[in-house]
């Protein structure tokens, strides 16, 4: 008989995308569902950029450089100077989508039976390449009671064996918002330096910091070796659908490893590096419309679901997404109820039930990732549609303001 | 110490891009290089499938569908009815390039340790796609004397053990330009059948058949489940940097499983799936034009070649390679010595070593791969400067009319 392979089999289906049925057969009832379970932003792509690809006289659409246009990564140099980050344009490697620079690293670092931590809850993708890799992803959890903070090291330290090779971090952090402080990334770079380990650092984020200074891995210094930076510009300029990333590291080996990765898959895609590089000519302020819509959004969010009765919600220091707390046992089904059982005003909402961010079974069962990637107004009919949904919901805690003790029974 | 991966250690170098330094040296010099080492066409992208990128309304470029977009694979059905292939949308999965196609394939189906059976001389980055998935390549041997045509089925019969789970073939060949037959086709079908075997047919050359009717693994009757076909646009519209290519099965669970690694890397390009989707729309005969070029270009490339002593290039059926033996007995050194050591009229060619295509260590040192992507006056120019180097090259055969016999001592 014909089989498929082992890491086929255990490969994990998006929990994101899992309820996607449910929401289609809402739309079809005629409900309008608010989407805050992808991280999808409604903010427009800078027209700037299209129109670079409007514009570019192409007669033959070539395959470009395996590592990307050199001109393009010439203007990055200049972006990643803007941010702090010291980088020639020969240790940037483009890729398709930050995805595959998570995808490069993990394969030229990593044998199958490795072992990587990663403080939970995490983008859930991470366990998809994982599994690609053959690599074992180790969590560590960090508390909603902190704001998810980085986990003591002793908890690094007690999880690290002979198979451990890296940690990977996502700061600020995709899917609670938590911002690393330049604290917790130093003390980061003293177990990386302590135990030999790769640091993995995933900045798809770094323009989105509301509530302090964000620090890039890059910006550490006395372990270039160790530091492997995964980027894309999907967020930054609001751009998923370009699918173009970097794999940006001063280790000379693993970008030179990379570049065999990149060679076998010929290059990355053309017209997105056409965007990408006019990306860097867009104006020194650009990001503070996007960056001041989204702590707009994120102030509105946090206050209305902190403002719900048993809900808690820390408040996010960057990013787009919020991780909350309901007075509900099984965030899976509350999700999946709000799509097939409930309506108010012909409206509901779509969250992102936060198990499917944890690599500790069990866990993020009465929490949510909510992406405020709506306007103001949108947040405020979802978040109503939550408040009533949660006064009826059938699954919920019989003493809600006590749910934080009821989930550990 | 930080180390990198094994397989990092293992990954095997782009065999084509090794001579690049050289030619850069040659051109810094004022030498005019003819480059017929890669498969980067000269033709031109069909404006109006560009055009329709400019001419797309876009306020925010969004994740599309991981398989990619419905409308873009509702169109492709249109277009494989159009060549004889008969399947639904949801059997398409929309690829970065067909390297994505090659690498999902190989992720779902084989096992570290598995092995594939390969006909060489085969396209090297089979090789680097098994290297990340861990499994083994297993050339058996073509002919040039038979125009590199199926080895015998016996020769497979003689590879095939209980870890072999897969044959890969490439028709019209990159890079021998062979065109299997339907005979030889119904062969593959047997074997595939008899040792149940997945049929991995890269048929990115298609549209390029001049000698015989194109044959693809999916017009096979009787073994659905086995066959999954890697598509690209790349070389059907000369559109190599948009990077979009498919993979089809009819398999719903190879099907099933390449979606879960297509949803971890969230979607295939954006602005290439509009460039995909207005292909359809080109007219019934676009590929007149191209495929008219291509076939003088052969015509004029296979004749100079074939009127060289010493030299026998077979008549390629399709795409737009041909392999040429030449009175030589190292294809690197006399490739790197055309760049470095060779001139003629401020002139030289550049070739791609055709030992790079073989899996077998020691073949084809006196083979060189020609890709026929430039128009019938460079090939004529690029042929006077091998013509005139064979001349002079110093490490040529004793007698170059005997060259067969004795690249077998």
Chains 1, 2 share one sequence.
């Not at 998006?14 to 805050?36: C, D, M, N, T």
């Amino acid at each position: 008989m014909l089989t498929i392979s082992l890491r086929g089999e255990n490969m994990p289906p998006s929990p994101i995308r899992k309820l996607v049925p449910f929401a289609e057969a809402a739309k079809r009832k005629g409900i309008k569902v608010y989407h805050l379970n992808i991280g999808q932003p409604d903010i427009e792509t800078p027209p700037a950029i299209l129109d670079a690809v409007r514009n570019a006289d192409i007669k033959v659409l070539e395959y470009s450089h395996s590592a990307g246009n050199e001109s393009y990564r010439r203007r990055l140099v200049e972006y990643y100077k803007s941010v702090g980050i010291d980088i020639r344009h020969d240790q940037i490697l483009i890729t398709t989508g930050g995805s595959e620079a998570i995808q490069f690293g993990f394969f030229c670092c990593f044998n199958p039976g490795d072992e990587v931590i990663v403080p939970e809850p995490f983008y859930a993708n991470y366990n998809g390449f994982a599994c690609a890799a053959g690599i074992n992803v180790v969590p560590i959890t960090s508390q909603i009671e902190t704001g998810f903070a980085l986990p003591p090291i002793e908890d690094f330290e007690k999880v690290i064996t002979n198979k451990t090779k890296g940690i990977i971090i996502c700061s600020p952090n995709n899917p609670t918002g938590y911002l690393y402080s330049m604290k917790e990334m130093e003390a980061l770079k003293a177990i990386c330096l302590k135990h030999n380990l790769y640091l993995f650092s995933d900045e798809a984020y770094r323009e989105f910091c509301y509530d302090g200074e964000y620090v890039s891995a890059m910006h550490l210094t006395g372990m270039d070796n160790h530091v492997v930076m995964m980027d894309t510009i999907s967020k930054r300029y609001s751009a998923c659908g370009a699918r173009l990333g970097a794999l940006v590291t001063k280790n000379k080996l693993v970008y030179d490893t990379a570049m065999k990765f990149a060679q076998a898959r010929l290059s990355p895609p053309g017209l997105a590096q056409i965007m990408g590089e006019a990306a860097v000519d867009l104006p020194a302020d650009y990001f503070e419309k996007p960056k001041a819509e989204y702590q707009k959004r994120r102030d509105a969010l946090v206050s209305r679901l902190n403002a719900i009765p048993g809900v808690f919600c820390p408040n996010p220091g960057g990013a787009f997404y919020a991780i909350a707390r309901l007075p509900i046992t099984d965030s899976d089904h509350f999700c999946q109820w709000l799509l097939e059982s409930f309506e108010h005003k012909h409206q509901t909402v779509m969250l992102a039930p936060a198990s499917g961010f944890y690599g500790t079974a069990g866990l993020g069962k009465d929490e949510v990732r909510l992406a405020y990637v709506l306007n103001v107004e949108a947040i405020h009919s979802a978040m109503d549609c939550l408040e009533e949904a949660l006064k009826v919901y059938p699954g919920k805690k019989q003493n809600a303001t006590s749910g934080q003790l009821q989930s550990h029974i």
